[in-house]
Structure formats: structure tokens, C-alpha cells
T-cell receptor
Framework: AQKITQTQPGMFVQEKEAVTLDCTYD???????LFWYKQPSSGEMIFLIY??????QNATEGRYSLNFQKARKSANLVISASQLGDSAMYFC????????????FGTGTSLTVIP | DSGVTQTPKHLITATGQRVTLRCSPR?????VYWYQQSLDQGLQFLIQ???????AKGNILERFSAQQFPDLHSELNLSSLELGDSALYFC??????????????FGPGTRLTVL
């Protein structure tokens, strides 16, 4: 089974609107970390936000927030007030102690912000 | 700027050749991870080193090898190159104190083109 599933290969959003990028994960470990990365067309991978499995509140970093639903094993990224510079690939990732704290990445979602 | 450096940024070579990619982790990070990102296979984990020792192995071909030196920089050696090895190769570093909160920070990548 895939550790991380991103079911949206491509998404479009109007500038200034909010958008949610889906991510579901699979683990039997009670302790794990969830991460989102952004990869613009220039290629670099940029760390955006982190959520720990024991965190009581959803993580937020500026316009990024993580909608963490533990029972559903989902960790969706919400980008508010989209900007043209948000157009990029977005990857969800997880690390869990069970597998030696390895990182598992999803296949990514391509987001295009429309002016 | 993540603090992780990779050289060279671009590399063009011929089939059958050997190349070396270099990575310097962020100050204080003990772990170095290597990833291959190709168009059809997404982000593939190759290998991890922690403080000079190999810690985990992913989908790394026998033609590929890596090492981490006492100053913690790492090199990925790719030999007998094939057309299919053309990809973006990332190095990432992490503190890796065994905590799930330890984030991976990526370098800018080396784009390898095999002709």
C-alpha cells in the first residue's frame, strides 16, 4: 500500500481564492510527522509546513495551513488568497519511526493559479 | 535558501560515462539523503547517510554509489550511465536526532542529462 496518496494530479485556482490540496497517508505507528513541500518550475524543493501526529491544533504558516484529520488519515494543505507565485508542484510527505524515520513522498499535485 | 548546497547545477554527459554529484548539508545536520526525480517516476529515495555511515537504502542501482565524508559532505557516484539516468538529483539534509519533527531540507538539485 502507498504510504502517501495524492489523488489530484492537477488543480486550478483563481487568484486570491483559497485552494485545498489533498493528501492521505497510511501508517500504523501512533507517532509520525507530516510535511508539505513546494516545487516551482525552477526545480528546488521548498519546505512549507509540518504537522505532528500528537499536535492538537492544525499547523499554520502564513497563508499555508494544514487540515489534519487524524481519524481519516488525511493531511490536506490549504493555501489561502492564492497568488500567481503559488503555481507549482506540491508534495506531501510523512516520516514514521516504524520504518527508521524514513521520508515517504506522494506523487505530487500540480497547482496552477489563474489570474 | 535552504542552506544545502549541491554542485554542479547542470551536468551533460554521454552514455557509459561516470559522474560525481556533490552535496554539502546544512550546518548542524548529520544526515544526507539522495533522491532521483524523473518525469515518469516522481521522487525516488536512493540512499541515506548519517554521520558518515549508511543508514538506509532505497531504489539505488548497483551502478550508483554514495559516501559521506568526515566533514559530512556527501558524493553520489553514477557510473555506466544510461539514457534513463537523466533526471534531477536532489540532496537533502536533516538533523536526524531520531525525532519525527526533523525536517528534510533540499538542495537546489543537479540536473543530469545523458546523451
Amino acid at each position: 500500500a502507498q504510504k502517501i496518496t495524492q489523488t489530484q494530479p492537477g488543480m486550478f485556482v483563481q487568484e486570491k481564492e483559497a485552494v485545498t490540496l489533498d493528501c492521505t497517508y497510511d501508517t500504523s505507528d501512533p507517532s509520525y510527522g507530516l510535511f508539505w513541500y513546494k516545487q516551482p518550475s525552477s526545480g528546488e524543493m521548498i519546505f512549507l509546513i509540518y504537522q505532528g501526529s500528537y499536535d492538537q491544533q492544525n499547523a499554520t504558516e502564513g497563508r499555508y495551513s494544514l487540515n489534519f484529520q487524524k481519524a481519516r488519515k488525511s493531511a490536506n494543505l490549504v493555501i489561502s488568497a492564492s497568488q500567481l507565485g503559488d503555481s507549482a508542484m506540491y508534495f506531501c510527505a510523512m516520516r514514521e519511526p516504524n520504518t527508521g524515520n524514513q521520508f515517504y513522498f506522494g506523487t505530487g499535485t500540480s497547482l496552477t493559479v489563474i489570474p | 535558501d535552504s542552506g544545502v548546497t549541491q554542485t554542479p547545477k547542470h551536468l551533460i554527459t554521454a552514455t557509459g560515462q561516470r559522474v560525481t554529484l556533490r552535496c554539502s548539508p546544512r550546518s548542524g545536520d548529520l544526515s544526507v539523503y539522495w533522491y532521483q526525480q524523473s518525469l515518469d517516476q516522481g521522487l525516488q529515495f536512493l540512499i541515506q547517510y548519517y554521520n558518515g555511515e549508511e543508514r538506509a537504502k532505497g531504489n539505488i542501482l548497483e551502478r550508483f554509489s554514495a559516501q559521506q565524508f568526515p566533514d559530512l559532505h556527501s558524493e553520489l557516484n553514477l557510473s555506466s550511465l544510461e539514457l534513463g539516468d537523466s533526471a534531477l538529483y536532489f540532496c537533502a539534509s536533516s538533523v536526524d536526532g531520531g525525532r519525527i519533527t526533523d525536517t528534510q531540507y533540499f538542495g537546489p538539485g543537479t540536473r543530469l542529462t545523458v546523451l
